[in-house]
């Protein structure tokens, strides 16, 4: 007996339509079967998706992070540095997509028509959240800023560092240092950090410490204890869409296990 001869994909869908015309061909499908796999549209229409294979299909959506925190806060700065600036370093920007709110445990007060605000660590966190604040409104873009706010973080004096060699110099020198010490001195910034208590009063459920961690709209106390133990593992299996090499993913190279010489 001969071997049975594999039929490409369009003849195979051409010849159901023509032994069985109304097999499994949904009332809105007006395509001959040849065309049922021309797009995501037709095959949806025709309702034979599961018979295309080499259809493009839909991005995964990135995992959203919203990390609640403030400047001087130990903990908070352990996290950013040394879990979540790592995990946006080998992740893509298509996996991955972070919000960071600086205010954590302030408490704000309209005095005379403006913003108060008192901190949890003094004055100089204040400072730091509004310097931070003030640099995501002029950088805007957050592959501008979040390195400088990491180099701030991660040196020994958050409020002084912007200026030193490192972080805003290094990292950003064409930022304007005029703007960004008007917004830290004036209305803007003042702005920013009631934006700032408004969204941090808003946590449901409300914050109870910092940092707090919210992934994809939802806070809970195991998010919190991963993304707290390994950022990139939990966010790795978050994402639903192919795994990038960071996280093991098929792209990834396969190499033996074990201590080479």
Not at 144 to 158: A, D, H, M, Q, R
Not at 191 to 216: C, F, G, K, R, S
Request: aromatic share 6%; with cysteine.
């Amino acid at each position: 007996m001969a071997p049975p001869v594999a039929l490409p994909l369009p003849a195979l869908l051409a010849l159901v339509a023509l032994v069985a015309p109304g097999l499994g061909v949904a009332p809105g499908c007006d395509r001959p079967a040849h065309l049922w796999c021309s797009s995501p549209e037709v095959a949806a229409a025709c309702q034979v998706e599961s018979l295309c294979p080499a259809l493009p299909r839909p991005a995964a959506a990135p995992v959203q992070l919203s990390l609640y925190y403030e400047s001087l806060c130990p903990a908070c700065r352990q996290f950013l540095v040394l879990e979540l600036f790592p995990t946006w370093l080998l992740l893509p920007s298509e996996v991955l997509n972070i919000t960071l709110v600086p205010y954590g445990n302030a408490q704000e007060r309209n005095v005379s028509g403006k913003w108060n605000f008192q901190c949890q660590h003094g004055p100089e966190e204040c400072l730091g959240n509004m310097i931070e604040a003030c640099l995501m409104h002029e950088a805007k873009n957050f592959s501008t800023y979040f390195p400088i706010i990491f180099c701030l973080e991660s040196g020994s004096s958050v409020t002084k560092n912007l200026d030193a060699v490192r972080c805003l110099q290094v990292y950003a020198p064409e930022l304007d240092r005029g703007r960004i010490s008007a917004c830290v001195q004036g209305d803007v910034g003042l702005a920013l950090m009631h934006q700032n208590a408004q969204l941090t009063e808003a946590l449901d459920p409300p914050h109870q410490y910092v940092p707090w961690i919210v992934i994809n709209g939802k806070h809970t106390d195991d998010l919190q204890a991963q993304a707290q133990a390994s950022l990139l593992g939990l966010v790795c299996r978050l994402y639903q869409g192919e795994k990038p090499e960071a996280c093991g993913g098929s792209k990834a190279p396969r190499t033996p296990s074990g201590c080479r010489r």
